[in-house]
Structures are given as structure tokens and as C-alpha cells.
T-cell receptor, first 115, second 114 residues
Framework: EAEVAQSPRYKITEKSQAVAFWCDPI?????LYWYRQILGQGPELLVQ????????DSQLPKDRFSAERLKGVDSTLKIQPAELGDSAMYLC?????????????FGEGSRLTVL | AQSVTQLGSHVSVSEGALVLLRCNYS??????LFWYVQYPNQGLQLLLK??????LVKGINGFEAEFKKSETSFHLTKPSAHMSDAAEYFC????????????FGTGTSLTVIP
């Protein structure tokens, strides 16, 4: 069964350091999402890609976060410098496109702890 | 604007009892609605979805939900709780023909008491 792959699963870093997360969506899925989930809360959208283009990054803290999907396949989310408040689960999801029934397929997430 | 509200951040039920998790939505257009489940340190897994077909939707693991437009609700139910149902549950709304943007509720943590 096709899955969304994410790495690393766990990351511990010190504040002011740089950190990067990688996501490989299900093959053929045009839409890719990065969500941040703080413990005890629901996922919040950081950025949405349609192929290699950004559809929505209105909630991405652009002073320290960046995301790219250069070839419209896999994607990288970077944080530099990391802050204590960035400790969260970073979830990647994909869907076939923008006109399907809308189901998102999630990866297992990358848990970030900033010390 | 679209949003979902999940009433009750924590729900406890006895094993074998009815599970009822509440979700209300607001949407300016007919929405698509979803329930996802999340186990500790894992991603979200789809339980079921409503996409404007039958209003009573059956999902995996014996869960079902009913879309009630008049009440703007999409509550999740299961007749008999099992210990393995203990998890976090999220309701979500989307508009797939308008960019497929998803909005998630804050989640309900389900505890099953043996």
C-alpha cells in the first residue's frame, strides 16, 4: 500500500539551530501539505503545494520557516533558527489533486523537540 | 469561511458502551466532512468521509457518522467501544473544488475504561 514517507521521525535540537524535514508523497499525488500539530491541538496548515507551486503559505512564519517542492514530487520544510515554541509534530500529507473527493493521506510525522 | 468545532476535548466511555464524539461545522457552501483518528506519535488515519452522497456514512472499525445539514453537525458514533478505540479523533472540513483546503478541529481524546 502506498504511503507518505517522512523523515526523520524524531529530531531533538537546540534553539537557534537549523532543522529540516523531508516528505515524499504518494506517487502521482499533485497536492502536498505541511501541517504543524502542537501537543493537544489539531493540525494547522503551514503550506500547501500544487505540483511545485505554493497554493497557500499564509500561516508559514516566513522569517524562520521555508518550504520547497522543486520538482513537484518530494518536499523539504526547514526551520532556521529553531525556537522553543517550534516543538511540535510536523505532519506531511498528500492528495491526488484539488478536484477529487478531498481525502488527505498522512505520513507518520516528524516530532521536533527544541531544547 | 469554514471551521469545525469539536465539543468536548476529552471523552471517557466504558468498554462496550456507546461512543459519541461531536462535531459541528460552519461553511458557506456544502462541505466535505471527514473524521480522522490519531494514535500516539503517529499520523492521521481516515475513519470516514462525507462527500454529498448518503448522509449516513460508515467507516472503518465500526464507526459511522451522520451528516445533518439542519444542525450543521457530523457526529461520530460507535455502538460498542473497544479498548483499541482509545485515541485522538479529529473532525475536518474541506472544499475540494476550491483548492482542497482542509480545516481541522482541535480534537477529542477518547479514553476507554475497562
Amino acid at each position: 500500500e502506498a504511503e507518505v514517507a517522512q523523515s526523520p521521525r524524531y529530531k531533538i535540537t537546540e534553539k537557534s539551530q537549523a532543522v529540516a524535514f523531508w516528505c515524499d508523497p504518494i506517487s502521482g499525488h499533485a497536492t502536498l501539505y505541511w501541517y504543524r500539530q502542537i501537543l493537544g491541538q489539531g493540525p494547522e496548515l503551514l503550506v500547501q503545494f500544487q505540483d511545485e507551486s505554493v497554493v497557500d503559505d499564509s500561516q508559514l512564519p516566513k522569517d524562520r520557516f521555508s518550504a520547497e517542492r522543486l520538482k513537484g514530487v518530494d518536499s523539504t520544510l526547514k526551520i532556521q533558527p529553531a525556537e522553543l515554541g517550534d516543538s511540535a509534530m510536523y505532519l506531511c500529507a498528500s492528495s491526488p489533486g484539488t478536484t477529487d473527493t478531498g481525502e488527505l493521506f498522512f505520513g507518520e510525522g516528524s516530532r521536533l523537540t527544541v531544547l | 469561511a469554514q471551521s469545525v468545532t469539536q465539543l468536548g476535548s476529552h471523552v471517557s466511555v466504558s468498554e462496550g458502551a456507546l461512543v459519541l464524539l461531536r462535531c459541528n461545522y460552519s461553511s458557506s457552501v456544502p462541505p466535505y466532512l471527514f473524521w480522522y483518528v490519531q494514535y500516539p506519535n503517529q499520523g492521521l488515519q481516515l475513519l470516514l468521509k462525507y462527500t454529498s452522497a448518503a448522509t449516513l456514512v460508515k467507516g472503518i472499525n465500526g464507526f459511522e457518522a451522520e451528516f445533518k445539514k439542519s444542525e450543521t453537525s457530523f457526529h461520530l458514533t460507535k455502538p460498542s467501544a473497544h479498548m483499541s478505540d482509545a485515541a485522538e479523533y479529529f473532525c475536518a472540513v474541506s472544499r475540494p473544488f476550491a483548492g482542497n483546503q482542509f480545516y481541522f478541529g482541535t480534537g477529542t481524546s477518547l479514553t476507554v475504561i475497562p
